[in-house]
């Protein structure tokens, strides 16, 4: 049963390792229009040739000469653009030992992403999932990661190191280093005096930190420490509020002790309406420069946001047709928040959070029109964001948010290279770099939600035409089936 249930993820394996041409040999996409994430308008009937790895040459397709050994794609009324970047995501967050392998990466493939980001899982699962990846014997994205997050005590989530002073923070952070971690993890209850030593340590040891704002520090001095990346937008808008201090401290008032779930949603309710009420155009705009000056990426986001300001309605988890490619034991642990939800929210409260998404998008509409360096992510797989597919989600989110589809098609291909030290060999469609390639049906530049529109993905070279794709999918709807 167990060999049935898995033979469409195996078939596209085979498809991926042994169906294409020979290492060394050519793959041609021909007469295709050609978005290069660089900026430039597309450029049309275009031909692009791909050899060891590597996009080995562009150019018209009259004027690039074609190898008679070549496997060619017709590209013919087609969309060339670069692999795609999840630039916030939780592997090992979907249930371990098989939760990655069988159900997150299978979507991540299918939907076009070649590069993710993880911030903040299990390395005994990242690591040897990296390794395979990269020496080809498991199909999969490129991974960077983190590793456990540091957190204060009790930490927000696992797995974590708790730091609480600079000696835990030196520790903690040379540990991770030596376990191959690609940068640190700063979560949101640690204390000012750990944040600022892992700051110190992170220098000491020339590996950035990222993530969220802690609870204790503001969003400008977390920019002024050198942190690499904001995730979420925590703690911006509380940066853009004229009462900035008071805010803080009314945030982590643990009110009275016996205080019911009801009471304190009800204060976190107030707190956020006086976030909306105290909003500042010149504490924003303040901010904003600051993230400038400092290259403060933004990694957004905003589908969580949505969730926030829509769960049933936009988000209508009952009818979702993607949930049958969520594990039935992940998607029954989602219900059961949607219900907590639903026991406590009233129609004015998301009214409340509607107004809170409309606030971030302005936001980030003022941070691109500014400069601010943007990521696409989506935190999968948090509750209702399912991986691969929020992705595109999410580009459509940053367009409605005032971004350009140019904008957000280069918030998942050309920031992320370019935020990884990647950018020489990655992250657009130009002559030398890795051959992580997208071909679409239609124009995103049009419609940016066109980018689910996949015909084909090139991965370090290799072609999974949409046969292999619809293979990962039923793959996963297997799995998630059975578990």
């Known amino acids: 049963m167990k060999t049935i249930k898995n033979f469409a993820y195996f078939v596209a394996v085979i498809c991926f390792f042994g169906c294409s041409k020979p290492s060394g040999s050519v793959l041609a996409i ?8 660089t900026g430039v308008p597309p450029q049309s009937d275009m031909t692009v040739l791909v050899a060891d790895h590597q996009i080995a040459a562009v150019g018209p397709s009259q004027s690039v000469h074609v190898p008679s050994d070549a496997q060619i794609v017709d590209g013919g009324g087609k969309y060339l653009v670069p692999g795609l970047v ?8 979907a249930g371990e030992p098989n939760g990655s392998r069988r159900f997150f990466l299978p979507l991540l493939l299918a939907n076009g992403i070649t590069t993710v980001r993880d911030m903040g899982g299990y390395l005994e699962s ?15 994205p490129q991974i960077f990661f983190a590793g456990p997050y540091l957190d204060g005590s009790p930490p927000s989530f696992q797995p974590s190191l708790v730091v609480r002073n600079g000696v835990e923070a030196r520790a903690d952070v040379h540990r991770l280093v030596q376990q191959g971690v690609d940068f640190i993890k700063v979560q949101s209850i ?27 520090v503001t969003a400008a001095e977390a920019s002024d420490a050198g942190q690499q990346s904001i995730e979420h937008l925590t703690g911006v808008l509380r940066a ?24 304190s949603h009800a204060r976190e309710m107030a707190w956020e309406r006086d ?3 105290t909003y500042s155009d010149e504490r924003a705009a303040s901010l904003i420069a600051k993230f400038v000056r400092n290259g403060t990426w933004q990694a957004l986001t905003l589908i969580l946001l949505r969730n926030d300001a829509y769960p049933g309605r ?7 047709p993607l949930l049958k490619f969520v594990p039935r034991s992940i998607a029954e642990k989602w219900k059961q928040v949607r219900l907590i939800q639903d026991q406590l929210f009233r129609a004015s409260d998301f009214e409340l959070r509607e107004k809170l998404l409309a606030q971030s998008m302005h936001v980030v509409a003022q941070m691109e029109t500014s400069g601010v360096p943007i990521l696409a992510g989506t935190d999968s797989a948090a509750p209702y964001i399912i991986p691969g597919f929020a992705l595109h989600q999410e580009l459509t989110l940053l367009v409605k948010a005032g971004l350009s589809p140019m904008q957000a098609l280069q918030a998942a291909t050309k920031n992320p290279a370019d935020f990884l030290g990647k950018l020489n060999t990655e992250g657009t469609i130009e002559v030398g770099k890795t051959a992580d390639l997208l071909l679409l049906d239609a124009n995103p530049l049009e419609d940016i939600r066109n980018t689910q529109k996949i015909r084909a993905l090139i991965l370090r070279g290799k072609l999974l035409d949409r046969t292999a794709l ?14």
């Open 86 to 93: 999840d630039s916030h995501v939780h592997l090992t967050g």
């Open 314 to 320: 936009e988000t209508d988890s009952a009818g979702d």
């Open 190 to 216: 640690l204390s000012r005096e750990a944040y600022f030593a892992i700051a110190e340590a992170a220098g000491r040891e020339h590996i950035s930190f990222a993530g969220h704002v802690p609870d204790h």
């Open 30 to 37: 021909t007469h295709v229009t050609v978005i290069d994430a």
């Open 275 to 277: 976030l909306l009420a």
């Open 126 to 140: 990242l690591t040897p999932l990296r390794k395979e990846i990269s020496r080809e014997t498991m199909l999969g």
């Open 240 to 263: 853009c509020s004229s009462d900035e201090p008071r805010l803080m401290r009314e945030q982590f008032d643990a009110g009275p002790k016996n205080a019911t779930p009801e009471s």
């Open 470 to 483: 619809d293979g990962l999918l039923s793959s996963v709807q297997e799995f998630a089936a059975a578990n």
